[in-house]
């Protein structure tokens, strides 16, 4: 499985050339125009619009919806995870590790939230994920309020310029087991 690259929007050509991505998920304004990476093709590439705001919004800001959060799920299902995704928004710091998160669950859906949300700190100590992406995620993916707490915990990351992409695994590491008593030189019939 490859890794998620979260990036600022004036980052996004370099880190999808220098990881290689082929897909590309965007979090964006309505009507804030870019110019997408030649290296990503236009069917492997999710532009939503919504502004980086946790309230319902207005005439002008559009609030991360449940519309959205189906959007970064489908996508995910479709990611082949053989080359890494990007994802970006303005800044690389709110809507994006957001999505990222969510992208997470929806690929890894068996891993616990508060490892992901430390694996997420750790990657970034930037990240302040869009709380209401998150929460609609937690409904969303049946996290029963786990990832919404998880995201709270590690609460709001330091200030940023916004110049600052991470790599973040979507995947646990592998769990490290114990060995069995007879792993450790102590014979199985000992006792």
Do not use: Y
């Not at 309505?30 to 980086?52: C, E, Q, S």
């Not at 959060?69 to 303005?90: K, S, Y």
């Not at 609460?155 to 087991?177: E, H, Q, S, Y």
Request: hydrophobic content about 45%; aromatic content about 4%.
């Amino acid at each position: 499985m490859s890794v998620i690259v979260v990036s600022p929007l004036a980052r996004i050509g370099e880190m999808a050339v220098r990881h290689g991505c082929r897909d590309m998920l965007s979090l964006m304004a309505v009507g804030h125009t870019f110019h997408r990476p030649g290296v990503i093709a236009a069917t492997r590439h999710l532009t939503l619009g919504l502004n980086d705001i946790t309230f319902a919004g207005n005439d002008k800001l559009i609030a991360p919806a449940e519309e959205h959060v189906e959007e970064i799920v489908r996508f995910a299902h479709g990611w082949d995870r053989r080359t890494p995704l990007l994802v970006h928004c303005w800044m690389g710091v709110s809507r994006s590790p957001a999505a990222a998160a969510i992208v997470a669950l929806t690929v890894a859906p068996d891993q616990d939230d508060e490892t992901l949300a430390d694996r997420l700190r750790a990657a970034s100590p930037f990240a302040t994920p869009n709380a209401r992406l998150i929460a609609i995620g937690d409904s969303m993916l049946d996290r029963g309020g786990r990832l919404v707490r998880a995201m709270k915990r590690i609460g709001r990351g330091k200030d940023a310029d916004g110049n600052t992409p991470f790599v973040f695994d979507p995947l646990p590491p592998p769990a490290i087991l114990s060995p069995a008593p007879a792993d450790r030189g102590v014979p199985a019939d000992a006792t």
